[in-house]
């Protein structure tokens, strides 16, 4: 068992639908939880972080948490194409920022 | 955001020799920074931890003759790719995280560097 899994998609969305994007791990002692986007050819940029149960927002974008369930979700809500990318879910159980990587879920949003 | 820039871009290199990549942050002290390489369409995977004045911490099957890591100060880390063959080549990228007393944890990276060995 990986210890950050991801659906690997692709998942494909209409612009203006929701994206829900899934992450689970298997380490109960994780304490930070981030989702980075990566276009193809470029290096990850981060989107969000979370570290306690429930859901946080900025912007278009909801990260939601729980650690009962080791489950981790990003929805991005109005999808745009310009959404259109490889989103990783990554854990740490540290502030020393050595994160765990998930393989990472691709979305295409179409016009 | 705190920035992290990475040179070279991309390399070509014949088999056989050595490449050096520069990973510094520009607006920060970075005490950590790790090495990532990205095959095409796989997922980051963490080559080795860069501690700044100590030795790298590399992951296991990494080997870490071949890929010298050197974190001389709080701002720049190099990996240096050995007698580099095609195998090698990939996208390497570097990251960073700020120190700030209430850490958060995240990562911050450079552009990458893609390597292409000959």
């Given at each position: 068992?990986k210890?950050?899994?991801?659906n690997?998609?692709?998942?494909?969305?209409?612009?203006?639908?929701i994206?829900?994007?899934?992450c689970?791990?298997s380490?109960r002692?994780?304490?930070?939880?981030?989702?980075?986007?990566?276009?193809?050819?470029?290096s990850?940029e981060?989107?969000?972080?979370?570290?306690?149960?429930?859901?946080?927002?900025?912007?278009?974008?909801?990260?939601?948490l729980?650690?009962a369930?080791?489950?981790?979700?990003?929805?991005?809500?109005?999808?745009?194409?310009?959404d259109?990318?490889?989103?990783?879910?990554?854990?740490s159980?540290?502030?020393?920022?050595?994160?765990?990587?998930?393989?990472?879920?691709?979305?295409?949003?179409?016009? | 955001?705190?920035?992290?820039?990475?040179h070279?871009?991309?390399?070509?290199?014949?088999?056989?020799?050595s490449?050096?990549?520069?990973?510094?942050?520009?607006?920060?002290?970075?005490?950590?920074?790790?090495?990532?390489?990205?095959?095409?369409?796989?997922?980051?995977?963490?080559m080795?931890?860069?501690?700044e004045?100590?030795k790298a911490?590399?992951?296991?099957?990494?080997e870490k003759d071949?890929?010298?890591?050197?974190?001389?100060?709080?701002?720049?880390s190099?990996?240096?790719?050995?007698?580099?063959h095609?195998?090698?080549s990939?996208?390497?990228?570097?990251?960073?995280?700020e120190?700030?007393?209430?850490?958060?944890g995240e990562?911050?990276?450079?552009?990458?560097?893609?390597?292409?060995?000959?």
């Amino acid at each position: 068992q990986k210890e950050v899994e991801q659906n690997s998609g692709p998942l494909s969305v209409p612009e203006g639908a929701i994206a829900s994007l899934n992450c689970t791990y298997s380490d109960r002692g994780s304490q930070s939880f981030f989702w980075y986007r990566q276009y193809s050819g470029k290096s990850p940029e981060l989107i969000m972080f979370i570290y306690s149960n429930g859901d946080k927002e900025d912007g278009r974008f909801t990260a939601q948490l729980n650690k009962a369930s080791q489950y981790v979700s990003l929805l991005i809500r109005d999808s745009q194409p310009s959404d259109s990318a490889t989103y990783l879910c990554a854990v740490s159980s540290t502030n020393a920022g050595k994160s765990t990587f998930g393989d990472g879920t691709t979305l295409t949003v179409k016009p | 955001g705190a920035v992290v820039s990475q040179h070279p871009s991309w390399v070509i290199c014949k088999s056989g020799t050595s490449v050096k990549i520069e990973c510094r942050s520009l607006d920060f002290q970075a005490t950590t920074m790790f090495w990532y390489r990205q095959f095409p369409k796989q997922s980051l995977m963490l080559m080795a931890t860069s501690n700044e004045g100590s030795k790298a911490t590399y992951e296991q099957g990494v080997e870490k003759d071949k890929f010298l890591i050197n974190h001389a100060s709080l701002t720049l880390s190099t990996l240096t790719v050995t007698s580099a063959h095609p195998e090698d080549s990939s996208f390497y990228i570097c990251s960073a995280s700020e120190w700030t007393g209430m850490n958060t944890g995240e990562l911050f990276f450079g552009e990458g560097s893609r390597l292409t060995v000959l």
